[in-house]
């Protein structure tokens, strides 16, 4: 299965970025470059759709730290919603689920703290 992100501005401010398919070492650059963009365009605020990612390796986990560093270094947040299966498992394994503030069910961030 191929990947892609997707993505457009939330109400309220910031983005979410739309993932679908498999995110490991052949397909991350394409998630690090959606997060550079963004970031460059100064979007300081991600919240990441995982309900159509059917698999993520820890190339893909490893985007999502770095983008969480990124953004965070300029004051704001990263963060990850509606994983299932094998995706939410390892979120959970690895404790990038706390790490990143994951939520199963697509629960707006902006409206927990983001600190």
């Known amino acids: 299965m191929t990947f892609s992100v997707s993505y457009a501005g939330r109400d309220g401010g910031g983005v979410c970025l739309r ?3 498999e995110l490991d070492m052949s397909t ?3 998630l690090t470059a959606a997060i550079d ?3 460059a365009a100064g979007e300081r605020r991600m919240l990441l759709d995982l309900s159509d990612l059917t ?3 820890s190339t893909g986990m490893a985007v999502f730290v770095r983008g969480d560093n990124r953004v ?3 004051g704001g947040w990263l963060r990850l919603v ?3 299966g094998r995706v939410d498992r390892v979120l959970r394994v690895t404790g990038l689920a706390d790490v990143l503030q994951y939520q199963p069910d697509s629960i707006d961030p902006a409206s927990r703290s983001a600190s």
């Open 82 to 84: 509606g994983a299932s």
């Open 28 to 30: 991350a650059g394409e």
């Open 19 to 21: 993932l679908a398919g």
């Open 37 to 39: 963009r963004l970031t």
């Open 72 to 74: 965070a270094a300029d």
């Open 55 to 57: 698999f993520c390796d």
